[in-house]
C-alpha cells in the first residue's frame, strides 16, 4: 500500500463502516440495493483479509528479519531495509490489519448473531483472535477493548490493553469461539455461499482451528513461569489439528489477478535491475536444510529442492544477511565463511517463484498440523517428557514433509539419519532438544511471521540455531550498537497516524525504544 493512500488511522475506519450503519445514515432503505449483507456473504472476505492484507503485511519484511529471504539490488540502488533492521513508523501492518482487515471479521460476528447463525460468531471470533495475536506480537501493547466492534460508536483515541491483557482477551475470544460452534442454532451452513474458502463449512476444522491457536498464543509464555502451563498446552494441541489435511490454509490461483496469486510469487526478484524486496534465500536457510541441529554434521535435506531453486551450477547458496551479491555467500552451518567470490547473480538461485512456499498457487497458511505438533514437542520438552517431545517432534518433521510432497523412501531416510546423528539423546536436554525442534519449526513454517516470535523467545541463541546465525552487516547503527552481538531487534514502532492522531496511548515510539524493548512474554518473570 502507497503511503499517499494511508489516512488517519481507525478514523478511516469510521468512515468505511459507517456507510452500513443507520445510526448515521437517515435514508430510506431500497430493498433492490440492501445495506448489507448476509454472514455468508461476509465469511469469504473475513479469511481471504486476514490471509492477503493481515498477515501478509505482517510478514513481508520480517522475512528479512527472520533471514528467509535477502536482497540484492534494486532499481533504486540497495533496499536493505528489512534485514539490517531500519524500520520506522511507517510500517503498516497497524493499517492492514485494523482498517482493511478485521472489521470484516467484526462485522461477521455482528451478523452471525443478528441472523441467529452462531457459527459464523465463531469464524468472526477466531479469526480477529489472530489478527490481535498477529499485532500484539509484533508491537506489544494494541488496541482490543475500544475496537470497533460492530455495534458502538467509534473511539477515535482508543486505549491501549498492555500485552497480558491482550493475551487472556484472545484466549477469552477463542473460548467463545469453541463454544459458538457447539451451537445448534443455525439456519445456514458456514459454506452455504461457497464463501468458506478454508475448510468448506466443515465445523469439527475451525474447532480444531480455534485450539491450534490456543495452544499457540499458551505456548508463547514460556518465560512467565507463573502463566506457562505445559500440561494445558499438550492438552490444547489434543484438541487441535491431529492429522494432515487440517492446515488452516488457502491456496491463491495462478493465471488470473496478481490480488489472486501468493503474494510472494511477485514480491521476490531475480534481475539485479529489478525493483522487488527479496532476490534469493539466505545462505542461513540453505543451512537449515542442509545439515542437523546441535552437530550441524552435513546432510542434504530432501526438502530443499521442493523449496528453492539451486544456482545454475547446480549449488545451493544464499547470501549473508545486509549483504547482497557484493558480500558473497553467507557464513556455512558449521560457522566458517561462504565463498566470497560468489557475487554473480548465476551464483545463486532465485526467490520468487523458486518452489513449493513462492509459486503462484502456493499456499500461505495461518497455522498447521507441523506447527502443532512443535509445539507440543515443545511443551512436553519443557515439563521432563524427553519421549513424548521426540515423538511429538517425529510427527511434526515428518507431517512437514508430507505436505511437500516429499516421497515415503526419503522421509524414512531423512529420520533414519537423524537417529544416527544422536537425535534421541539430544531429547534428554533442553537446548539440545529445542535445538531440533525450533530448526524444524523454522523449515516448516516457511515466511510465517510466528517464527519471529520463536527467534525472540530463543534470544536468537546460536546455540540452538546454529553458528551460521549473525547480526547483518551493514546494521543499522543509529539504533543499534554494532559492537553488542547480544543487542537484536525486539519488536516494531507503531504507524505515523497512530503516533500523531493517538500519541497519550502510544507513548515513546521512537525507534530506539521500539526496536530495543523486548514484549512482554519475552521477559522472564
Known sequence: MKKNTIKTGLLVLM???????????D????PNNPTKVSAANRIAGAISTSNGAAQWRGTREIAGVTQYGLTAITASGTNRNA???RFTASYFLWQNAYVN?????ADLIVLGEDEGNIHFVGVGKTLLALNFGLLTDQYGPIVVDDYYDGRSQLVLTPSFQDQQTVYQRIQALLDEALEAFNSTQNTVGLNAKGGDILYAGDIDKWKRFAWALKARYMNHLSKKSSLYDPQATIAACANAFNADGMDAEFAYLGDGMMEDENPWSSWGGFAEGANHRYFTWSQFFVNMLSSFPVTNNSYVDPRIVIIMTPAEDGEFRGFKPGGGLAGGQGLLANGTPGDASKTDSADYGRFSQSGFYTNTESPFPFITYSEVKFIEAEARLRNGDAAGALAAYEEGVKAHMRKLGVPVAAINSYWQAQLADGVVSNFNTLMSGLSHIMRQKYIALCLNPETWVDMRRMDYSKEIYGPSLTRPINLNDVVFDVGNENQWIQA???????????PDAV?????????????????ED
Do not use: F, K
Request: glycine share 2%; net charge negative; hydrophobic share 30%.
Open 83 to 85: 534485514e539490517t533492521w
Open 507 to 523: 507513548g515513546d515510539n521512537s525507534e530506539r525504544t521500539r526496536l530495543l524493548t523486548p514484549l512482554w512474554w519475552n521477559v
Open 492 to 502: 516494531m514502532c507503531y504507524e505515523t497516524n497512530e503516533q500523531n492522531r493517538n
Open 101 to 105: 482487515t478485521m472489521p470484516n471479521c
Open 15 to 25: 468512515v468505511m463502516v459507517a456507510v452500513s450503519c443507520s445510526n448515521y445514515l
Open 27 to 30: 435514508i430510506n432503505d431500497d
